[in-house]
């Protein structure tokens, strides 16, 4: 808890200032603390909650390894150049979509947030079949990648 004195006429003018706005003393106080100090609080973050098939997962998780990043650095870029390039036009149907399944969660700001529920809404498919299909697009982009180089290696010899 911060306590703190200040003028009184500096008080009516916070006060004047933060009706004006419809905001309250402790979101205004949050705010320039965290301004600056350079750092967003958690109330700004909302969560992405998505399940996808366990073999996905595994295609997913061995994806991130191989390039470096975690499940949720992947998983928010493939949002992102979705978001950008608009490549996710149609559902995919997944392999195994009644058996096990994993539960991807994570933190994203209020402003990607609200662009991936935009974005979702343009597709016009669901939240959970929108990560499906950027999800399986993107293992399986890759798993062809590498069977095709596997096969020019293989006319190659």
């Known amino acids: ?16 200032r933060l009706a004006e706005k419809g905001q309250t003393m402790d979101s205004y106080i949050k705010s320039l603390v965290s301004a600056d100090l350079g750092i967003t609080p958690k109330s700004e973050f909302r969560t992405v909650c998505f399940r996808i098939p366990e073999n996905e997962y595994k295609q997913l998780k061995l994806l991130a390894i191989n390039r470096s990043m975690t499940i949720k650095g992947l998983v928010e870029s493939l949002i992102l150049q979705d978001i950008d390039e608009k490549n996710i036009t149609e559902r995919f149907e997944t392999e195994d979509s009644r ?14 947030f609200k662009a991936i529920k935009q974005r979702i809404l343009q597709t016009d498919i669901s939240d959970q079949d929108y990560m499906r299909t950027l999800i399986y697009s993107e293992t399986h982009q890759e798993r062809e990648e590498n069977m095709s180089e596997a096969r020019s290696i293989d006319m190659s010899m």
């Open 99 to 112: 058996g096990k399944c994993k539960t991807i969660s994570f933190q994203v700001s209020n402003n990607l």
């Open 1 to 16: 808890m911060i306590v703190t004195q200040i003028p009184e006429d500096l008080y009516r003018e916070v006060k004047t």
